[in-house]
């Protein structure tokens, strides 16, 4: 038996003589008198020597058929019977585990199959073409490294939700022990940091709101709910999916005041909104439209307005904003009229970052809140925009 290891151009060679070649690991070749080849791994299996076939040329290549060795040799040295692994089932391809991963998913996916459809297209553009033919337990890092890598700067948002559905793929089939590790999670040690981009949204400097405010308004095309709940936005500085999630239930028109539960929260805390004129004549709209609906701005299917919604009313109309810029410019009005600091922040729902000044600061400031946003609202209908204290405000 020759002593050199396998090399690909010898194993193809038809003037090969009859015998056995061996390669590493007890990886043999044996050549008949016929011509026709297989692949043997011969190794000791508690106490006995034991031969076993491991394929063909060409159908199993020599890196596999290397692999295959390595994994029997280092089963055999730890006790255990490598015939054993030739009679687990067929394992699935990445592909199959994509779709067991999905329907594992889809248990608390609550929207219509958005988000199913999302996951399909991301995964079929960015990992099916390199890993959907694989079998699930030989996809490797580099694997993953290689899906990844194009898009880890350039896209860097598209690429990390792609490698948090890999992961996800990849922990199903950990869970069904069809294989021990995850190659999405152990590359992001590998690649490189993402250049960081400060982007900020689209917003209009505060003096220009009421203006688009308007314009907004007399769209014809638009569904009134889109421009009803965009008004309702600017006027209470809220984002948009606590506007287009909000329920009748939530508002109480006697105390001007919409009180958003924990869970619609982005800090998962309960808020009071104050309640101005321009917010209020929104809700007023949306009352007189009402057709039984909980949601205090159904689309025209009667589900939540989608925020691509509001953006292309703004869009449309020739606003340079996107719906959450409307918070950017009421900071800066509050900022340049006066408003503490403290108060601006508790108007935009924002948490104190620093721990030690949350410790003590628990109130949620409503009372001046108040003042402060009836003055945004009479900023922008064009009335007097000073803040006037809580007591000061108009019945």
């Known amino acids: 038996m020759a002593k050199k290891r396998l090399t690909v151009a010898f194993i193809k060679s038809a003037s090969a003589p009859p015998g056995i070649y061996g390669d590493d690991h007890g990886l043999r070749l044996r050549v008949m008198p016929s011509g026709s080849r297989q692949w043997i791994w011969r190794g000791t299996v508690a106490g006995k020597r034991c031969d076993l076939g491991l394929g063909s040329p060409p159908y199993v290549g020599l890196a596999e058929a290397r692999e295959t060795a390595f994994e029997y040799r280092r089963l055999a040295r730890r006790g255990g019977d490598p015939a054993s692994l030739r009679q687990r089932p067929t394992l699935p391809t990445f592909a199959e585990a994509v779709e067991a991963a999905i329907e594992v998913q889809r ?3 609550k929207d219509g199959g958005r988000q199913e459809a999302i996951w399909r297209s991301r995964l079929d553009c960015y990992a099916m073409p390199r890993l959907g033919r694989l079998r699930v337990d030989r996809v ?19 690429a990390r939700r792609v490698r948090f559905m890999l992961s996800a793929c ?6 069904q022990g069809h294989r021990q590790d995850n190659p999405a999670d152990t590359v992001t ?5 993402p250049a960081r981009v400060a982007k900020h949204h689209k917003a209009l400097p505060h003096g220009e709101v009421a203006a688009a405010l308007d314009k907004m308004k007399a769209s014809k095309r638009a569904w009134w709910a889109t421009k009803a709940c965009l008004q309702f936005v600017i006027g209470t500085a809220c984002r948009s999916i606590e506007a287009r999630g909000a329920v009748w239930s939530e508002i109480d028109l006697e105390a001007r005041e919409w009180r958003v539960p924990a869970s619609r929260m982005k800090a998962k805390r309960d808020h009071v909104f104050p309640l101005n004129d321009l917010a209020l004549a929104a809700l ?3 009352a007189d439209m009402a057709d039984g609906s909980a949601l205090v701005f159904p689309s025209q299917t009667g589900r939540t307005l989608s925020d691509s ?14 719906p959450h810029g409307f918070r950017s410019s009421f900071r800066d009005w509050a900022g340049e009229t006066g408003v503490a600091r403290e108060v601006a922040e508790a108007c935009l729902a924002h948490v104190v970052a620093n721990r030690t000044e949350a410790a003590y600061a628990r109130s949620d400031l409503l ?3 108040v003042g ?9 209908t064009g009335e007097a925009g000073e803040v006037i204290p809580f007591r000061e405000r108009r019945a």
């Open 372 to 380: 402060v946003m009836d003055a945004w609202g009479r900023y922008l």
């Open 189 to 193: 040690a590998a690649l490189p940091k």
């Open 140 to 158: 490797t890092v580099a694997d993953v490294m290689a899906v990844l890598l194009p898009i880890w700067q350039d896209k860097h948002e598209t």
């Open 309 to 322: 919604t509001m953006s292309k009313l703004l869009r449309e109309n020739g606003i340079e904003a996107v």
């Open 170 to 175: 990849f922990k199903w089939a950990i869970s």
């Open 367 to 369: 009372a001046r809140r």
């Open 284 to 286: 007023q709209e949306a």
């Open 107 to 109: 248990l608390s996916w």
